[in-house]
């Protein structure tokens, strides 16, 4: 059994910034790419983020500048770094981990999101 957990949303203010983590705990050997995704009501979920089992990092334009993904491989943790937080960067933050469970076995697991609302 594997959980992903984020943390860290909340509400701030337009130009504050928040830290996100994403947490994997459970039986697995290790985690590979990981991605950040947000969805607001009646859109589809958005990847805004990812890094690779190499480091490889990408950003969307939306976010590109403002945002950081970086990981912490030995305590199975990854962040999302939001700095200049504007009204429309409100939505639920997910994470999407592909687990490594066994040298056969593969798999993504989310997590259950945490709510971020940027607003005066």
């Known amino acids: 059994q594997v959980t992903l957990v984020e943390s860290g949303g909340g509400l701030v203010q337009p130009g504050g910034s928040l830290r996100l983590s994403c947490a994997a705990s459970?039986?697995?050997?290790?985690?590979?790419?990981v991605g950040w995704y947000r969805q607001v009501p009646g859109k589809e979920r958005e990847l805004i983020a990812s890094i690779s089992k190499d480091g490889i990092i990408r950003y969307a334009d939306s976010v590109k500048g403002r945002f950081t993904i970086s990981r912490d491989r030995a305590k199975n943790l990854v962040y999302l770094s939001m700095n200049s937080l504007k009204p429309d960067d409100t939505a639920v933050y997910f994470c999407?981990?592909?687990?490594?469970?066994?040298?056969?076995?593969?798999?993504?697991?989310w997590g259950q999101g945490t709510q971020v609302t940027v607003s005066s």
């Open positions: 999407k981990a592909a687990i490594v469970l066994t040298s056969m076995s593969l798999v993504d697991y």
């Open positions: 459970g039986r697995f050997l290790t985690m590979n790419g």
